[in-house]
């Protein structure tokens, strides 16, 4: 799996999704086997110029932070600004690749992934995921219809959810 996996922005071509939820992937990798989250990676690219504008992985930064999270966190360090902030910063094309769906409920009490992409507002025009999420921790996500409902696109990139599922679920007790 390696090898097909691109090892910088350079090395994906503009509307590769499925290019960019490999390398997302790559990025879950990164994040420690837990039993209580799932490892998930994210990126931020700039849809006219096809630059990655920032990338996360679930536990990347400090707290119980999730892939997405890390990303907006990002670029709200680089441009000293609030998270809640950054679609002020943004370029006005913006998609979001993520191995697992946004989460819709937070059982940390940290605000869920999909309320930070609709703070945004109208600059992240699409999200693609790798897989929906499962309903190990909070059934009934909800993201897929609240993003839609905020016109923003939901697409489901397939062809990976073993290969993520297997990354996601590192740690888990795979008997429950």
């Known amino acids: 799996m390696a090898e097909s996996i691109p090892q910088r922005a350079s090395d994906i071509k503009a509307e590769d999704h499925q290019a960019y939820i490999k390398f997302a992937l790559s990025l879950a990798t990164k994040s420690p086997p837990k039993p209580t989250n799932y490892r998930v990676g994210a990126v931020v690219?700039?849809?006219?110029?096809?630059?990655i504008l920032a990338t996360g992985y679930t536990l990347e930064l400090p707290g119980n932070t999730h892939a997405e999270q890390c990303c907006f966190e990002k670029l709200a360090e680089k441009?000293?600004?609030?998270?809640?902030?950054?679609?002020?910063?943004?370029?006005?094309?913006?998609?979001?690749?993520?191995?697992?769906?946004?989460c819709s409920q937070r059982l940390s009490g940290n605000l869920p992934c999909v309320d930070r992409i609709l703070a945004i507002g109208n600059k992240i025009k699409t999200v693609y995921v790798g897989v929906h999420?499962?309903?190990?921790?909070?059934?009934?996500?909800?993201?897929k219809r609240k993003l839609e409902d905020a016109n923003i696109g939901f697409v489901h990139i397939s062809g990976f959810e073993k290969e993520i599922l297997e990354v996601a679920t590192a740690g888990h007790d795979k008997a429950s």
Do not use: M
């Open 133 to 143: 999420e499962p309903e190990k921790f909070v059934s009934d996500n909800s993201s």
């Open 79 to 102: 441009y000293d600004i609030a998270a809640s902030r950054i679609g002020e910063v943004l370029p006005n094309q913006v998609a979001l690749y993520t191995t697992i769906e946004p």
């Open 45 to 51: 690219v700039d849809i006219a110029t096809n630059e």
